[in-house]
């Protein structure tokens, strides 16, 4: 087990551009989350999926913001219209119980716009 | 709400001193986790420790330790004999479970620590 991927580890884009990040998370965890970083704060939740099921959406998560879960496997974070304030570290992390077990997290994506 | 709060936002101490970590947390569920993560500049948020909130039993792994107090809402980090390697940003971090087993964590704002050789 190679623990938590996210492809790309960087992407620059410009202002408008759609951009998609993937999380692979560790294959035995059902439980697959998506948190953003900005600079200088904790991670903020974004969303949650159970299984292939997306069961929680913060409301940082604007309607330019998709993600899915296909076969309950990896996962795809997409942002259309980028704007500069999306510029952050997107960071996926997978668990089966956190509270139990702990989750784990990728290295993330930083995400800028220019 | 949850919270959580560090209000040490840097510390700079000298190698081999030992260092506190502060956090306070704020929740009204009677079942909660707490945890700590390192981030080192390379960004991958490192697990260190979870506390269940039953559990107030201090531990030590190492050149750390932690220190939960269920009654100041505290759960401070210290790290022994500091080393250069230390240096990172350390998040103290709160689980609660709410619907559909989601369970989030609400994170502080960190403590970026930077040990002199």
């Known amino acids: 087990d190679t623990g938590v991927s996210q492809d790309p580890r960087h992407k620059i884009t410009k202002r408008g551009q759609n951009v998609t990040f993937r999380c692979d998370p560790i294959s035995e965890h059902n439980r697959l989350y998506w948190y953003r970083q900005t600079l200088g704060q904790g991670p903020e939740f974004l969303t949650y999926f159970q299984n292939e099921a997306q069961l929680e959406k913060s409301r940082l998560l604007s309607d330019r913001f998709s993600a899915e879960r296909p076969k309950g496997s990896f996962s795809t974070l997409e942002i259309q219209r980028t704007e500069q304030g999306d510029s952050a570290m997107y960071l996926c992390?997978?668990?089966?119980?956190?509270?139990?077990?702990?989750?784990?997290f990728g290295s993330g994506t930083r995400l800028t716009v220019v | 709400a949850q919270k959580v709060t560090q209000a040490q936002t840097e510390i700079s101490v000298v190698e081999k001193e030992d260092v506190t970590l502060d956090c306070v947390y704020e929740?009204?569920?009677?079942?909660?986790?707490l945890f700590w993560y390192k981030q080192p500049p390379s960004g991958e948020l490192v697990f260190l420790i979870r506390r269940n909130s039953f559990d107030e039993q201090n531990e030590i792994s190492g050149r750390y330790s932690w220190n939960f107090q269920k009654s100041t809402s505290s759960f401070n980090f210290t790290i022994t004999a500091s080393q250069v390697v230390d240096s990172a940003v350390y998040f103290c971090?709160?689980?609660?479970?709410?619907?559909?087993?989601?369970?989030?964590?609400?994170f502080g704002t960190g403590t970026r620590l930077t040990i002199i050789p």
């Open positions: 992390a997978s668990s089966q119980r956190a509270g139990k077990d702990g989750y784990t």
């Open positions: 929740t009204r569920d009677t079942t909660y986790y």
């Open positions: 971090a709160l689980s609660e479970a709410i619907n559909f087993g989601n369970e989030k964590l609400t």
